[in-house]
Nanobody, 115 residues
Framework: QVQLVESGGGLVQAGGSLRLSCAAS????????MGWYRQGPGKQRELVAA???????NYANSVKGRFTISRDNAKKTLYLQMNSLKPEDTAVYHC?????????WGKGTLVTVSS
């Protein structure tokens, strides 16, 4: 079983930056990819960014050039650096991990971007 705990959310003004972290614990032997999802008010959940254990990344078009996902395997921590934040980035951000047919989720951290 894998446990994921996010941190780093908060209130920020448009144009500002935040760095989200996701600390993993437990048995992660089957994990081969991790990512960040978000769900804004009145919107469906969407994939923001994902990264494999080998470091391959992909991003939603809406965040390309502004967000960077990274992974420190030694520390078992996933990061999302968010720059040039926009009000439409306001959402609950969830860390996820998957592999071997299983998926794990953190409880989420709220990011609010004010205009």
């Amino acid at each position: 079983q894998v446990q994921l705990v996010e941190s780093g959310g908060g209130l920020v003004q448009a144009g500002g930056s935040l760095r989200l972290s996701c600390a993993a614990s437990g048995n992660s032997f089957s994990i081969n990819a991790m990512g960040w999802y978000r769900q804004g008010p009145g919107k469906q959940r969407e994939l923001v960014a994902a990264i494999t254990s080998a470091g391959r990344t992909n991003y939603a078009n809406s965040v390309k050039g502004r967000f960077t996902i990274s992974r420190d395997n030694a520390k078992k921590t996933l990061y999302l650096q968010m720059n040039s934040l926009k009000p439409e980035d306001t959402a609950v951000y969830h860390c996820s991990a998957g592999g071997g047919g299983r998926n794990y989720w953190g409880k989420g951290t709220l990011v609010t971007v004010s205009s």
